[in-house]
């Protein structure tokens, strides 16, 4: 799975405006400036780089987890004995934190993998 386009531009954009504000904090170190200031603006450069990082994380975990759920829901013939969990990840789905989003990811995954072993014979676990 690749970055979307606007996605990667966005991104560019955010971490040019950060390298700028790097810059700042640079010319107030070198200005000798109040460490309140400069303590000020090492917060906003650090919220600006969150925010950055998570809207990629997002994206990417969030299609990615989406995507596999789908996936798995269409692999399970309705008799998997997985439907039960399929179902509550799905309802889930739309308020998951992003620190939720890689352990559902794992979660899904393996249910997808039960599933298989399911179709080819082996008990459900």
């Known amino acids: 799975m690749s970055i979307p386009k606007n996605l990667t531009k966005d991104i560019k954009t955010r ?5 700028g504000q790097v810059r700042g904090l640079i010319r107030m170190l070198d200005e000798d400036k109040r460490p309140d200031q400069v303590l000020i603006q090492f917060k906003a450069v650090q919220k600006a780089l ?3 990082h998570f809207l ?7 299609k990615a ?27 889930q789905f739309p308020d998951l934190a992003l620190e939720d989003l890689s352990k559902k990811m794992a979660e899904i ?14 008990p459900p676990v």
């Open 65 to 91: 987890l989406a995507i596999k759920i789908v996936e798995t829901i269409d692999a399970c013939p309705g008799n998997c004995g997985q439907e039960d969990r399929i179902e509550f990840i799905r309802q």
């Open 56 to 62: 990629l994380l997002d994206e990417v975990y969030r």
């Open 50 to 52: 969150d925010k950055t």
């Open 109 to 122: 995954m393996e249910l997808k993998k039960r599933i298989e072993q399911f179709k080819h014979g082996a």
């Open 15 to 19: 971490l040019r405006s950060i390298e």
